[in-house]
């Protein structure tokens, strides 16, 4: 089974920025499209970011576009997502997941999903 792991959460004042990490272990995260979402208290799960594998392109939630960058590094088997000029409202755990589409749009399912990351937003 594909296992994915998340680091880099955390508490951080408004305005401040954190790095997530996205990695997985005896498997080759540029063979699949991954996807980063949220999930805040009493809210349901939503869609932050997504990169296609191949491709590349990126997609983002226009709740954070222009403040969070996804990226990977093949060398390192690692997906990123940049968080700058943080909000309270970003608030939330946050999970990546991957699925086997060559595009981030579409209906496949993200099949595979990290244990997921706190970040918390406070002053």
């Known amino acids: 089974q594909l296992q994915l792991v998340e680091s880099g959460g955390g508490l951080v004042q408004p305005g401040g920025s954190l790095r997530l990490s996205c990695s997985a272990s005896?498997?080759?995260?540029?063979?699949?499209?991954i996807g980063w979402f949220r999930q805040a208290v009493g809210k349901e799960r939503e869609g932050v970011s997504c990169?296609?594998?191949?491709?590349?392109?990126?997609t983002y939630a226009d709740s954070v576009r222009g403040r969070f960058t996804i990226s990977r590094d093949n060398t390192k088997n690692t997906v990123y997502l940049q968080m700058n000029s943080l909000k309270p409202e970003d608030t939330a755990f946050y999970y990546c997941?991957?699925?086997?589409?060559?595009?981030?749009?579409?209906?496949?399912?993200?099949?595979?999903w990290g244990q997921g990351t706190q970040v918390t937003v406070s002053s």
């Open positions: 997941a991957a699925r086997a589409s060559d595009t981030c749009s579409g209906t496949t399912a993200y099949a595979y």
């Open positions: 990169i296609a594998r191949r491709s590349g392109s990126t």
């Open positions: 005896e498997f080759t995260l540029a063979y699949w499209t």
